[in-house]
C-alpha cells in the first residue's frame, strides 16, 4: 500500500499536539463525580453538565493547598490545562485551582468541618465546662501586639483589679497561626493555677479568622480541661471555635467581662451578707434553742425509765406474738399432713389388695386386659398375703 499512513502512536501524539497548544490554561465549571482520593494525595475526578463529560486529575501538591473537601454532586469551578492520557487516548483537565461554584472555598470548609464536628457531638452542650465564681488567674491566648489583648486586659483590671493575668503570645492569622494557637492551649494547662482560658483575636475577614475555623484547634479547645472562651472577631463573626468552647463572647471586651464578676458587684453582695448574716444567725440559735428545749420538756426526758420499760414491754408482747404465731402454723401444716397420710394410704396399692383384689403381672409387667393374653402364658399373681404363679388356660373379655 503506497498510500501515507499513521500509527496510532502518531495519530494520538498529533492531536495531543494540536489539543495541548490550542487550549490556554481555562476555567470550566461542572458538576463532580467519581472523586476519589488515592492514596498517593492525588485526587482523581469526573467533570460533567447535562450535554458531556471529561475526566480530570489534580495532583498531591495542588490537591493539598484546597480549603475544602472535594465530594460527588458538587458544583466547581476548575482552572486547569487540557492534557491527552496518551496510554488510553483519552483527553482531561488537570486542574490547578478549584472552588465551589457560586460560594467561596473557605466557606464550604468552614461548613464541611462544623457538619462533621457537629455530627461527632463536640458542639453538645453535656460537653460544656462552667465558669469558675471567683477565679483568681486569667489566661489569655491571643496576638501580644493586638487591640485584643488590650480590650481584655482594660476590662479585667477595670472589673477586678486583683486578678492575675497570664498571656500566651501567639500569632491569630497566618499559616502557622491555628498549630501555635493549639499549642499555646496545651502549654496553658501546664501552668499551676489557670482559672479560665480566654482564646480570641478582633474582627477581620473570613480569611483573617480563619485559624480559629481549623480542626486542630478545635479539638485542642474540645480536649482541654479548664473552660474557655471564644472570643474571635466581632459580634457578627462566627468560628468553629465558638461553638467547641464552653462559652462564646461576641468581642473580646465581653469575654473579659464574661470572665469575672465586677468588684462592686463582689462588694455589694459582701456588704449585704456582713449586714444579714448576724441576724440569719441569731434566727438559726434561735430556733435551735427552741427545739432543744422542747426536746427537754418532753416525757423520755422527764421519765426516761419509763421510756424504756414502754420498750422491754412492747419487746416481751412481739415476742409472745411471735411465739402464737409458729405455733399455729406448725399445727396448720401437721393437720395438712395427716390428711395427706390419710389419702396416700387409701390410694395405695397394698390398701386395693387388703380389700380383697389381686393384681396380675406378665413378664413383670401389669396385665390391665385380656388382649395382652394368649392361652398357656405364665402370668403372676400379686396378693395381699404373698404372690402365686398360673397359667392361663382361656381369655373371654367382657361384652358391654
Not at 471564644?230 to 457578627?236: F, K, L, M
Not at 459582701?270 to 440559735?285: G, H, M, Q, S
Given at each position: 500500500?503506497?498510500?501515507?499512513?499513521l500509527?496510532?502512536?502518531?495519530?494520538t501524539?498529533?492531536?495531543?499536539?494540536?489539543?495541548?497548544?490550542?487550549?490556554?490554561?481555562l476555567?470550566?465549571?461542572g458538576?463532580?463525580?467519581?472523586?476519589?482520593?488515592?492514596?498517593s494525595?492525588?485526587?482523581?475526578?469526573?467533570?460533567?453538565?447535562e450535554?458531556?463529560?471529561?475526566?480530570?486529575?489534580?495532583?498531591?501538591?495542588?490537591?493539598?493547598?484546597?480549603?475544602?473537601?472535594?465530594?460527588d454532586?458538587?458544583?466547581?469551578?476548575?482552572?486547569g490545562?487540557?492534557q491527552v492520557y496518551?496510554?488510553?487516548?483519552?483527553?482531561?483537565?488537570?486542574?490547578?485551582?478549584?472552588?465551589?461554584?457560586?460560594?467561596?472555598?473557605?466557606?464550604?470548609?468552614?461548613?464541611?468541618?462544623k457538619?462533621?464536628?457537629?455530627?461527632?457531638?463536640?458542639f453538645?452542650?453535656?460537653?460544656?465546662?462552667?465558669l469558675?465564681?471567683?477565679?483568681?488567674?486569667?489566661?489569655?491566648?491571643?496576638?501580644?501586639?493586638?487591640?485584643?489583648?488590650?480590650?481584655?486586659?482594660?476590662?479585667?483590671r477595670?472589673?477586678?483589679p486583683?486578678?492575675?493575668?497570664?498571656?500566651?503570645?501567639?500569632?491569630?492569622?497566618?499559616?502557622?497561626?491555628?498549630?501555635?494557637?493549639a499549642?499555646?492551649?496545651?502549654?496553658?494547662?501546664?501552668?499551676?493555677?489557670?482559672?479560665?482560658?480566654?482564646?480570641?483575636?478582633?474582627?477581620?475577614?473570613?480569611?483573617?479568622?480563619w485559624?480559629?475555623?481549623?480542626?486542630?484547634?478545635?479539638?485542642?479547645?474540645?480536649?482541654?480541661?479548664?473552660?474557655?472562651i471564644?472570643?474571635?472577631?466581632?459580634?457578627?463573626?462566627?468560628?468553629?471555635?465558638?461553638?467547641?468552647?464552653?462559652?462564646?463572647?461576641?468581642?473580646?471586651?465581653?469575654?473579659?467581662?464574661?470572665?469575672?464578676r465586677?468588684?462592686?458587684?463582689?462588694?455589694?453582695?459582701?456588704?449585704?451578707?456582713?449586714?444579714?448574716?448576724?441576724?440569719?444567725?441569731?434566727?438559726?440559735?434561735?430556733r435551735?434553742?427552741?427545739?432543744?428545749?422542747?426536746?427537754r420538756?418532753?416525757?423520755?426526758?422527764?421519765k426516761?425509765?419509763?421510756?424504756?420499760?414502754?420498750?422491754?414491754?412492747?419487746l416481751?408482747?412481739?415476742?409472745?406474738?411471735?411465739?402464737l404465731?409458729?405455733?399455729?402454723?406448725?399445727?396448720?401444716?401437721?393437720?395438712?399432713?395427716?390428711?395427706?397420710?390419710?389419702?396416700l394410704r387409701?390410694?395405695?396399692?397394698q390398701?386395693?389388695?387388703?380389700?380383697?383384689?389381686?393384681?396380675?403381672?406378665?413378664?413383670?409387667?401389669?396385665?390391665?386386659?385380656?388382649?395382652?393374653?394368649?392361652?398357656?402364658?405364665?402370668?403372676?399373681?400379686?396378693?395381699?398375703?404373698?404372690?402365686?404363679?398360673?397359667?392361663?388356660?382361656?381369655?373371654?373379655?367382657?361384652?358391654?
Amino acid at each position: 500500500m503506497d498510500r501515507p499512513f499513521l500509527s496510532v502512536t502518531q495519530l494520538t501524539r498529533e492531536i495531543k499536539a494540536l489539543l495541548e497548544g490550542s487550549f490556554p490554561r481555562l476555567w470550566v465549571e461542572g458538576e463532580l463525580s467519581n472523586v476519589k482520593r488515592h492514596s498517593s494525595g492525588h485526587v482523581y475526578f469526573t467533570l460533567k453538565d447535562e450535554g458531556a463529560q471529561i475526566g480530570g486529575a489534580m495532583w498531591r501538591s495542588r490537591a493539598g493547598t484546597l480549603a475544602f473537601q472535594p465530594a460527588d454532586g458538587m458544583k466547581v469551578l476548575v482552572e486547569g490545562d487540557i492534557q491527552v492520557y496518551e496510554p488510553s487516548g483519552r483527553y482531561q483537565i488537570i486542574a490547578q485551582q478549584m472552588q465551589p461554584a457560586g460560594i467561596g472555598s473557605l466557606q464550604m470548609a468552614f461548613e464541611q468541618l462544623k457538619k462533621r464536628l457537629h455530627a461527632e457531638g463536640l458542639f453538645e452542650e453535656r460537653f460544656k465546662k462552667p465558669l469558675p465564681r471567683y477565679p483568681q488567674t486569667i489566661g489569655v491566648i491571643t496576638s501580644p501586639t493586638g487591640a485584643a489583648l488590650r480590650d481584655i486586659i482594660s476590662v479585667l483590671r477595670r472589673r477586678m483589679p486583683s486578678v492575675d493575668i497570664v498571656v500566651a503570645p501567639v500569632r491569630v492569622q497566618g499559616e502557622t497561626a491555628a498549630a501555635e494557637i493549639a499549642r499555646a492551649i496545651e502549654l496553658c494547662h501546664q501552668l499551676p493555677g489557670l482559672d479560665v482560658l480566654i482564646v480570641g483575636r478582633g474582627g477581620g475577614s473570613l480569611e483573617d479568622l480563619w485559624p480559629f475555623n481549623e480542626e486542630v484547634v478545635a479539638r485542642a479547645i474540645f480536649k482541654a480541661t479548664l473552660p474557655i472562651i471564644s472570643a474571635v472577631g466581632h459580634e457578627t463573626d462566627f468560628s468553629i471555635a465558638d461553638f467547641v468552647a464552653d462559652y462564646r463572647a461576641p468581642t473580646p471586651s465581653a469575654a473579659a467581662e464574661i470572665a469575672v464578676r465586677d468588684r462592686r458587684e463582689v462588694l455589694g453582695e459582701l456588704n449585704y451578707f456582713r449586714e444579714k448574716l448576724p441576724a440569719v444567725f441569731t434566727r438559726r440559735i434561735s430556733r435551735q434553742r427552741e427545739r432543744l428545749e422542747s426536746i427537754r420538756k418532753g416525757y423520755a426526758f422527764r421519765k426516761p425509765q419509763d421510756a424504756v420499760y414502754q420498750r422491754m414491754q412492747r419487746l416481751d408482747e412481739l415476742h409472745r406474738q411471735m411465739r402464737l404465731s409458729m405455733e399455729h402454723l406448725i399445727a396448720r401444716r401437721r393437720t395438712e399432713l395427716d390428711g395427706f397420710e390419710k389419702h396416700l394410704r387409701a390410694v395405695s396399692p397394698q390398701a386395693v389388695l387388703q380389700r380383697g383384689y389381686s393384681l396380675l403381672t406378665k413378664d413383670g409387667k401389669v396385665v390391665r386386659n385380656t388382649t395382652s393374653l394368649s392361652r398357656g402364658d405364665a402370668v403372676g399373681i400379686l396378693l395381699a398375703d404373698g404372690r402365686a404363679e398360673a397359667t392361663i388356660i382361656k381369655t373371654e373379655p367382657h361384652n358391654e
